[in-house]
């Protein structure tokens, strides 16, 4: 048997979005932004000795059961084959795009693992088709696909989505108190959602900076109706000592740029943006 | 007076390329593929103190002038304020894209420093309008500006160009014997470059791997006859050794994969393929 091959996938922490459902999954997606973080998911992928050869997907040594993850690997017409090793730096559920990393890391280990020769763009095609058919997220893929500091300016996969990004590189701090259900979220009243995250686009788009985004994505989760008190809080005492915080879409989780939890007394995780998108590992 | 800013944007390798010019040059460009490598240019813009302080370019020490640097300058209005420090692990007009690399991060790093709000697709465009304008390069800084293995399916900046990328991380090797004059290429009988380029394009849209860019892109090198005689040796003693190795589009250099150099006797440059796009650096 050959080696395993291993993909590393940034975080992705959605500032603020707009839901744009259609019929055909590669043209469905979000408009929006976010930062992509160096904290991650490392996602492994080693052909299995036979049919009892352990779960098909651990995360972190648990076994689980992901359909974005099964939907790729079904796509790639390796799923007798493959068995899943995913180790994260990042909690699930709590907005940081970690089922959308396992799709997508799921996607280029396979590919790699298996000769099955797709290029980059039917990779993250097929991981965020998964993801957007599982219900589990609608930009993450994409975002994590390109690295940086992602507009989503159009939703889709490539060829059908549109991405530009704010030139920018800082550390970020972030701090999770629970999940959010995206599933929930988005199957509630998104008519706020549309009309907040389309004023926030035009913002951003209108001066692409890291402060501006942080600005947008605040108002955006206050007019969105989506700030927790908790959330709202840590915020609050993040902005009083001059920092610049928001909420992570869709989580309990507060991310701010540079030392802004931590000087505002939090004991907070930091890591970068992300300069790399998805990409294989030795 | 701010601190400096600057960018590291990796050096870009063509293996084959069809040149595609139109009257815009935000539309023109070229078709082909080509490696982006951890080789790459560190560019620096830091704010003048006055019209006499120092010469307004420099790479690794030495004043040059470099128009695509300058109309990358004036289009963000700070030719009279800025000034330009470049290192560079990589030869000048050898192919790797080192002229596209300084405009690319001349354009990341002023837009950093001197607060122009702009996007990354506004300074990819600029960059990439103004190495084509100087006729230095034509699908270089798309192709920094994404990193990886990028495949460019259409030319053209940003909103006209069309990517993809093979999925791999790679060793590459390099070696040099001197330079070749894109524009003097460019203005013979470019007919054969523009089939052989299509040709070479197919084929890796039908597999997009590491080992058909080589085999492409050797066939190309000959069909195209840009082969020279010491780049002909070099790569058929690398091929004859069980190697994969062509030819620099447009330098007098090969490269090659993993130990492909080193394992036919030559002494060659190492470095991998770049997993990130230019970005910014602290």
Do not use: K, W
Request: charged share 25%.
């Amino acid at each position: 048997m050959t080696d395993p091959s291993t993909a590393f996938v940034p975080g992705h922490v959605t500032g603020f979005f707009s839901p744009c459902p259609a019929d055909d999954p590669a043209r469905a997606g979000s408009r929006g932004a976010g930062l992509t973080l160096t904290d991650g998911v490392r996602v492994t992928v080693r052909e299995a000795a036979d049919a009892d050869d352990g779960p098909l997907i651990t995360l972190d040594g648990d076994p689980l059961s992901m359909p974005p993850v099964e939907a790729v690997l079904g796509g790639l017409d390796v799923s007798d084959r493959a068995r899943v090793v995913a180790e994260s730096d990042l909690p699930l559920g709590t907005g940081f795009g970690v089922s959308g990393a396992m799709a997508l890391g799921t996607a280029l280990a396979a590919n790699d693992r298996f000769g099955c020769e797709r290029s980059v763009n039917d990779l993250v095609t097929l991981a965020h088709c998964a993801e957007v058919e599982a219900g589990t997220g609608l930009g993450d893929v994409v975002a994590q696909a390109r690295g940086g500091v992602p507009i989503r300016l159009d939703p889709g996969a490539p060829g059908h989505g549109r991405l530009d990004g704010v030139p920018a590189a800082r550390r970020v701090e972030y701090l999770t108190f629970g999940d959010l259900s995206t599933a929930e979220v988005l199957a509630g009243d998104t008519d706020p959602l549309v009309s907040a995250g389309a004023e926030a686009l035009d913002r951003l788009v209108d001066r692409p900076t890291l402060p501006t985004l942080v600005a947008a994505s605040r108002r955006f989760a206050r007019d969105a109706g989506l700030l927790t008190d908790r959330v709202c809080e840590v915020v609050d005492a993040v902005t009083a000592a001059d920092g610049e915080a928001s909420m992570v879409m869709l989580g309990e989780t507060v991310f701010a740029l540079d030392l802004g939890l931590s000087d505002a007394g939090f004991d907070a995780d930091a890591c970068r943006t992300c300069d790399a998108g998805a990409h294989l590992v030795d």
